[in-house]
């Protein structure tokens, strides 16, 4: 029998734009035990902020959504990130121009692969949005969290403007 204060938790990573705001959405979800930005995708080891932002790297400013699957679902994660920015643009959100800005879901199995088309899927068939879905929906890889001051940044800079995202809609 499984203790109380036992929970499995589960991993996601979803590229939205910026991650700061990313962060945000999800830190804001109940069930989400803990978010870290960081970067995934690319080619070169240990990246900086400074070498993902020269877009050389391949790499995808990234969320790393640590959550219980007790109290939210993967789909109900997979809402939330397509709600949180523009999935039908390439290489942009909002202002943020670069290939780290792409829209994309970094799958842990291919049960999260199989969830994750089947939403894009059947969101594109809605006709929610005007243009086709562009999230790519590729398996994990070598995920390197990002600089410390990344971590949490509108907590400790609450005077800045969040970026592009949207606060959830509250479908969870």
Same mark, same amino acid.
């Given at each position: 029998?499984? !203790?109380?204060?036992?929970?499995?938790?589960?991993?996601?990573?979803?590229?939205?734009?910026?991650?700061? /705001?990313?962060?945000?959405?999800? #830190?804001?979800?109940? $069930?989400?035990?803990?978010?870290?930005? $960081?970067?995934? $995708? /690319?080619?070169?080891?240990?990246? %900086?902020?400074?070498?993902?932002?020269?877009?050389?790297?391949?790499?995808?400013?990234?969320?790393?959504?640590?959550?219980?699957?007790?109290?939210?679902?993967?789909?109900?994660?997979?809402?939330?990130?397509?709600?949180?920015?523009?999935?039908? %643009?390439?290489?942009?959100? $909002?202002?943020?121009?670069?290939?780290?800005? #792409?829209?994309?879901i970094?799958?842990?199995? /291919?049960?999260? &692969?199989?969830?994750?088309?089947?939403?894009?899927?059947?969101?594109?068939?809605?006709?929610?949005?005007?243009? &086709?879905?562009?999230?790519?929906?590729?398996p994990?890889?070598?995920?390197?969290?990002?600089? &410390?001051?990344?971590? #949490?940044?509108?907590?400790?800079?609450?005077d800045?403007?969040?970026?592009?995202?949207?606060?959830? !809609? /509250?479908?969870?």
């Amino acid at each position: 029998m499984q !203790s109380s204060w036992y929970n499995i938790m589960a991993v996601a990573y979803f590229g939205g734009g910026c991650f700061w /705001g990313v962060e945000v959405c999800f #830190r804001a979800i109940p $069930g989400v035990r803990n978010v870290t930005v $960081g970067y995934m $995708g /690319g080619c070169v080891p240990n990246p %900086t902020y400074a070498e993902v932002c020269s877009d050389r790297t391949g790499h995808v400013e990234v969320v790393c959504v640590e959550f219980d699957p007790a109290v939210i679902s993967y789909n109900q994660l997979l809402e939330v990130f397509w709600d949180c920015h523009d999935p039908t %643009t390439v290489n942009c959100q $909002g202002a943020d121009f670069g290939t780290q800005y #792409r829209s994309v879901i970094f799958c842990c199995d /291919g049960e999260q &692969e199989k969830i994750a088309k089947q939403k894009k899927m059947s969101l594109d068939k809605t006709g929610k949005y005007s243009k &086709e879905i562009a999230t790519h929906i590729l398996p994990i890889c070598e995920f390197y969290p990002a600089e &410390e001051y990344h971590q #949490r940044y509108f907590e400790k800079n609450p005077d800045k403007q969040a970026c592009h995202f949207r606060p959830p !809609s /509250g479908h969870v």
